[in-house]
């Protein structure tokens, strides 16, 4: 019997990469001069790939991978106004409401009755404790947990810590690559709600059986009941 529900935050609770790709948007349009949009696409998350190690997840992150990017096709020439062009790009992002997924309050107001809820959610601390405190939700969960990764050994150390059987268990998210298939490897049941748009990075081939799909979060309390 499933007796705790965790889900991630962003694209899964409330509108996140739907931001970054406006910002991307602006960002191809300021460097259309050095470069075509598909090959600054590349440039940028290839970059972003290279820097996660460094900065990790997050808005932050993202902006010094555009400033890098931006100076690496301009050969170092890019402006300094442009580079405060980006820099105000990523505090627009950062001030940037919280728009919660439709359907999300009422979901999690339902469940937080009937299971224990957890918040499971990846990227900058100071941003994502933000998010979290602007959308509303926080007093609905037991705990929340902001990691730098998500990967089967984080999952197992989140459990640990709360006293939860792995089996008892669903993650609810709307990555494959972060949300379900390290929670299946670690033991636990997952629930893939996608979003409209996925970040290149998290794109991964969803597994063939122990998991459930659904196209909307409303869709998790009936689904729970027949579990």
């Known amino acids: 019997m499933i007796d705790t529900i965790a889900f991630d935050g962003d694209d899964t609770l409330w509108h996140n990469e739907s931001l970054f790709s406006m910002t991307q ?18 440039r940028l998350l290839a970059a972003e790939r290279a820097n996660l190690r460094v900065y990790g997840y997050g808005i932050k992150g993202f902006v010094l991978s555009m400033i890098e990017t931006a100076v690496d096709l301009t ?13 105000d790009f990523g505090k627009a992002m950062l001030d940037h409401p919280v728009d919660l997924l439709d359907g999300v309050a009422e979901v999690v107001e339902a469940l937080s009755g009937r299971y224990r809820l957890l918040l499971i959610t990846k990227g900058d601390l100071f941003d994502q404790e933000s998010k979290i405190a602007r959308s509303g939700l926080a007093e609905r969960f037991n705990a929340v947990e ?82």
């Open 25 to 42: 948007e602006r960002f191809r349009a300021l460097l259309a001069h050095a470069a075509d949009p598909a090959d600054i696409d590349r």
């Open 146 to 227: 902001i990691v730098s990764e998500k990967d089967p050994d984080t999952y197992r150390r989140v459990l640990d810590r709360h006293g939860v059987e792995p089996g008892r268990f669903v993650m609810v998210g709307n990555s494959v690559r972060s949300d379900i298939l390290p929670v299946l490897a670690a033991g636990g049941h997952a629930v893939h709600v996608p979003y409209a748009i996925t970040w290149a990075h998290e794109e991964a081939a969803p597994p063939t059986e122990n998991y459930r799909r659904i196209d909307t979060v409303r869709d998790l309390p009936p689904l729970l009941n027949a579990w």
């Open 75 to 87: 050969d170092g020439r890019i402006a300094g106004r442009d580079i405060q062009t980006l820099i």
